[in-house]
């Protein structure tokens, strides 16, 4: 015996509930742009759940919040950091771990790894720039001293 049997709201709403399942339903077909737009809603939500899940402990993980800081730079400095963020870069340690060179040793100075780090003490840049921390005009120094080699 169900608990509820003999409150009176409860078995009205049995009642209502049982009376609807005899009734036809009604197939009502769903306009297709309301179709497409649920369809590409849920797409949007399950492609940002699986790229927050596979961006998780990436040097690039928050290169959806950070970009903004540099969308009003001018172009070589906003270039110079979007790449030093995500590591994606024309240093010897990137190059290096996508087979290009064979060392990430610093091209430059041939000490230390050439990495965004390294551009700030390496002996060969300059000590100005490394003085006020400038690593977009470190970067393209570093990326014109590679060429030149």
């Not at 000590?127 to 001293?145: F, I, N, P, T, V």
Request: net charge positive; with cysteine.
């Amino acid at each position: 015996v169900p608990s509820h049997v003999g409150i009176n709201g409860n078995e009205k709403a049995d009642q209502l509930a049982k009376k609807g399942t005899l009734e036809p339903q009604c197939n009502k077909p769903i306009p297709p742009d309301s179709l497409k737009k649920q369809f590409s809603e849920k797409l949007k939500t399950n492609l940002k759940l699986s790229q927050a899940v596979k961006s998780t402990g990436k040097p690039w993980a928050n290169i959806q919040n950070s970009w903004k800081k540099f969308c009003h730079s001018p172009r070589k400095k906003a270039v110079a950091n979007f790449r030093l963020s995500t590591g994606h870069d024309c240093l010897a340690e990137h190059l290096n771990r996508i087979g290009i060179l064979p060392s990430s040793e610093c091209q430059i100075c041939n000490s230390g790894t050439m990495n965004s780090d390294h551009l700030l003490v390496c002996p060969l840049l300059d000590k100005q720039s490394q003085e006020r921390g400038d690593l977009c005009k470190l970067y393209w120094d570093a990326r014109d001293h590679m060429n030149s080699l």
